[in-house]
């Protein structure tokens, strides 16, 4: 099978495309093989820059299935190109072939089908690959129509390695009744949204190894219900302002976000709905919170990378959880800037119960762990430093019957834990001592047998129980608290024991001991 590029020399053989179209100087051309004669018949022929759309799309309107290669070359669009059948494939000459919306068209370059937010799949196997699609905003600004590629009611669909380029609205949009396909290795730069995917009747989209670039409102946005969406692998880049949001699933249902690097804009990645998964992403400076999850049920944040968010003063966070119950966030690394220090919470979560914070990683300024009117919670095995004036574990508002323990609070300055719920239980904590032991000793003199020894607790509250064991026959006569500083705090047990039998002269008998705040 020889290559396309024998069209343009006449060779009539079997081609690697079913249509071709290509352009001379002054004229736009387009031709279809024919198994019948075994060779190559025009179809369409035009003005180069003036008919360049209708062409592509007589190109297109004569293949029953099959791929059309639109050859290198700049064409200018005074209309869509609308795609009606299936099992078709749109292909250029990499970023050599460029799609151009003339000026004032107002249209989305690239249309499969046109019903308006249908239930209906009306075709399927559709593949745009290997091409530019350049908008040209300037000189077009149409509000609704304002589009890159968009595909509705399309199913089993591929884009990959397309430039998208100075679109209105958004790069490649996703809706109706659309299911299953892939958008991969794109790039999608200087748009009002780079990839969007919308309705309840998306599901198992895959959205890979995308680069996406100076967009003002999403990157990638997931809405109105679409489920079983997988973003992996992308890039995601805007400028540190107010507006611009990396990732956003504003809702969608058991959706994957995984492996992203998101940079800037106002937030890192939004996250409303059911059953999403947000794991190994790493998120670089946005301007407020890193991954906030708003409204939400049931949401999993893992393993992800924060990096010196809150430049901009609002909402502050690594992670900002609001109205999301049942949620799991877990083995998460957020650190600030050491120098600039904007971010004031690592992770913070407001009527969230039913909750899970696990062996999370927060150095940030203020407050590592802000529990809020959230109850039934387990905050377990986490590590929080902060700076002069911190707490480690912040619990407030109505939160009760939380579990805070096994976490590393011993790098914070001001406060390891600070807790409000009267059966919120706090337990087993580094740098926060709810519990403690040791040995006190007392040295005999071969004749007396009542001994009282003074024991520093060491612990947090002087509400404690306390427990004395004696390691021969004796009595625990008294065990009772002194504040021997004066501080009004208690911070001495003092015990009071009697031996049956006098320990002998210089004997160091040892007396056991246990405190617990209560």
């Known amino acids: 099978m020889v290559s396309v590029d024998g069209i343009l020399r006449g060779e009539e053989h079997p081609p690697t495309a079913n249509a071709v179209v290509y352009k001379t100087e002054d004229k736009v051309i387009a031709k279809k093989y024919s198994e019948k004669r075994d060779r190559w018949i025009r179809i369409a022929r035009g003005e180069a820059g003036v008919d360049d759309a209708e062409v592509i799309q007589k190109a297109l309107d004569s293949l029953t299935t099959g791929k059309i290669l639109i050859k290198r070359g700049t064409y200018l669009l005074n209309n869509y190109i609308l795609l009606q059948k299936s099992n078709v494939t749109i292909e250029g000459e990499g970023f050599n072939t460029v799609l151009k919306q003339s000026d004032n ?48 009611n399309v199913c089993k669909f591929v884009v990959q390695n397309v ?130 999850i708003q409204d ?77 009117d959230s109850n039934e919670c387990i905050i377990v095995a986490n590590k929080a430093k902060t700076d002069a004036g911190g707490t480690g574990i912040y619990e407030e508002g109505t939160s009760n019957y939380n579990i805070i323990a096994l976490n590393n609070v011993r790098e914070n300055p001001y406060r390891g834990i600070t807790f409000s719920g009267a059966y919120t239980l706090v337990k087993h904590n580094i740098g926060y001592t709810t519990e403690n032991s040791g040995t006190a000793k007392v040295t005999g003199n071969g004749t007396d047998t009542t001994f009282t020894v003074d024991i520093t607790h060491g612990l947090v509250k002087d509400k404690l129980v306390a427990k004395i064991t004696l390691d021969r026959e004796g009595t625990v006569d008294k065990v ?38 209560v």
């Open 105 to 152: 068209a107002n249209l989305p370059l690239i249309l499969g089908q046109q019903h308006e937010f249908t239930t209906v799949v009306d075709i399927m196997n559709i593949i745009i690959r290997n091409l530019v699609i350049d908008y040209n905003k300037a000189n077009n600004t149409h509000e609704s129509d304002g589009n890159g590629i968009v595909l509705e």
């Open 480 to 517: 009772y608290l002194v504040d021997k500083d004066g501080d009004g705090f208690k911070e001495t047990l003092r015990v009071v024991v009697t031996f049956a039998t006098a320990p002998a002269d210089g004997e160091e008998v040892p007396i056991y001991w246990y405190a617990e705040v």
């Open 296 to 372: 939400a049920l049931g949401i999993c944040v893992e393993d992800n990378l924060i990096y010196n968010a809150g430049e901009g003063g609002t909402e502050p966070f690594g992670i900002l959880g609001i109205n999301s119950p049942q949620m799991s966030i877990q083995s998460n690394i957020i650190v600030d800037d050491q120098e600039t220090k904007t971010m004031t919470h690592g992770i913070f979560i407001d009527a969230c119960s039913y909750s899970k914070l696990l062996g999370n990683l927060s150095i940030v300024k203020e407050i590592g762990f802000r529990i809020k």
């Open 163 to 292: 430039l998208v380029k100075d679109v209105y609205r958004i790069g490649i949009l996703v809706r109706g009744a659309s299911e299953g396909g892939t958008i991969k290795a794109n790039i999608v730069t200087d748009c009002g949204d780079g990839i969007w995917v919308t309705c309840s009747g998306v599901k198992n989209i895959e959205i890979e190894g995308n680069i996406i670039s100076g967009y003002e409102r999403y990157g990638i946005a997931v809405e109105d219900y679409a489920e079983k969406v997988v973003i992996s692998g992308n890039l995601v880049k805007s400028i540190k302002t107010e507006g611009p949001i990396g990732i956003a699933l504003t809702p969608g249902n058991k959706n994957v976000v995984t492996g992203n690097i998101v940079l800037y804009g106002e937030k890192g990645i939004f996250v409303a709905g059911q059953g999403n998964i947000v794991s190994n992403n790493i998120v670089i400076e946005p301007l407020y919170t890193g991954i906030k």
